[in-house]
């Protein structure tokens, strides 16, 4: 099916490109879930910081 949609002959064309993006697909993916993992720990930080302040 997705061999005809984007019009390769076979669907060895169609493995074959698949196959080849998705070390790169994995790896975009993991950085932009580590950079919200680490933008997250850093906010958190921050606002427990800010309580600490509080508390004092």
Do not use: E, F, W
Not at 30 to 45: C, E, F, G, P, Y
Request: hydrophobic content about 55%.
């Amino acid at each position: 099916m997705v061999q005809g949609l984007l019009g390769h002959a076979s669907i060895v064309v169609t493995a074959d490109i698949c196959v080849s993006l998705l070390p790169q697909l994995y790896h975009d993916s993991a950085r932009k879930i580590a950079q919200l993992v680490l933008s997250a720990a850093r906010k958190t930080a921050r606002v427990a910081k800010v309580a600490n302040l509080v508390r004092a």
